[in-house]
């Protein structure tokens, strides 16, 4: 008998790999909010593997242009477009879909994926930078969301929207107070819309990435990775690997796709089981002023 040896979740396909026929958007539009960097242009990128017509809004306007480019350079890639947005500015949202349906048509599919967030302790967040994140992310995903919705609902047509979430709506999270109540706000947006708008043919789905490393990610979230495991981020997830960014992508696809239509008010995790984790005996409690590097909290 030999000593069991683990190997983990098996690797993705390769990049490029298709997760649905080819042409499964062909025709169709969608909408990706923080489309320009990061997770949001590997969620793009998939959809326009596909054949979809893209519009990728971003408040960062020196990266929408380079990813317009790279993401039309896609096989099998349809128009794209892109614009600026600041998603808390509900006039905004609207002239973003304004310019989306005359140029391509109104969206068939919108990926809320912008987002804010900073590591905190709870007791040191001022009112500005609590609303910074709430009002990006759980506000500014509703507001989309809402102008998406009443523009299907009033064209009786069917549409799918899919919100990127965060494990710690669920557990909660030290240092991410802000973040955690904004998400599990998103969450409960899945839930609630999915009933609400299911009737007229809108389906609303939820997707959680786990561990994705990318060259977008803020220095705040590399930094802590390198902190916490600067050569073994593959040995601290159960998988024994982290996540390629287009599984993300994939897995965004297919809820919006044709082949998911019966699912709906669904939150999926893609994180190899990351966030259900459990030590028999748990690891030393530090407090997250420890972790971030701060001293006592003074008035």
């Not at 499964?24 to 596909?50: D, H, M, N, P, S």
């Not at 708008?197 to 802590?224: C, K, S």
Request: aromatic letters at 6%; charged letters at 15%.
């Amino acid at each position: 008998m030999t000593d069991e040896i683990p190997r983990g979740l098996p690797a993705p396909p390769p990049l490029g790999t298709a997760a649905l026929p080819p042409g499964t958007y062909g025709g169709q539009v969608v909408l990706v909010t923080g489309g320009g960097t990061g997770l949001g242009k590997a969620i793009a990128a998939e959809f326009a593997r596909l054949g979809a017509d893209l519009v990728i809004a971003s408040r960062r306007a020196g990266q929408l242009k380079a990813a317009q480019e790279e993401l039309a350079a896609v096989p099998g890639a349809g128009r794209v477009t892109s614009a600026l947005c600041d998603i808390r500015d509900p006039e905004r949202i609207a002239e973003v879909f304004d310019a989306a349906e005359a140029a391509l048509g109104l969206p068939d599919v919108l990926v809320n994926n912008a987002a804010a967030n900073f590591p905190c302790p709870a007791e040191d967040l001022t009112p500005g930078a609590w609303r910074a994140v709430v009002d990006t992310t759980l506000t500014g995903t509703w507001f989309t969301t809402r102008e998406f919705g009443r523009r299907h609902l009033a064209a009786a047509t069917p549409g799918s929207i899919v919100n990127i979430g965060a494990s710690y709506a669920w557990t909660g999270g030290p240092g991410f107070a802000h973040s955690a109540a904004a998400k599990a706000g998103v969450k409960n947006l899945v839930e609630t819309l999915a009933v609400e708008w299911g009737p007229y043919g809108i389906q609303v789905n939820g997707l959680v990435p786990g561990l994705f490393p990318h060259a977008d990610m803020t220095e705040d979230i590399r930094g802590g990775l390198e902190h916490a495991a600067p050569d073994a981020l593959d040995s601290r997830q159960p998988a024994l690997r982290v996540g390629a960014p287009r599984e993300l992508g994939w897995a965004a696809t297919f809820l919006a796709s044709p082949f998911a239509r019966f699912i709906t008010g669904h939150t999926l995790v893609v994180d190899g089981a990351n966030w259900q984790r459990r030590a028999l005996v748990n690891p030393e409690v530090i407090p997250i002023r420890t972790q971030l590097g701060r001293g006592p909290f003074t008035p």
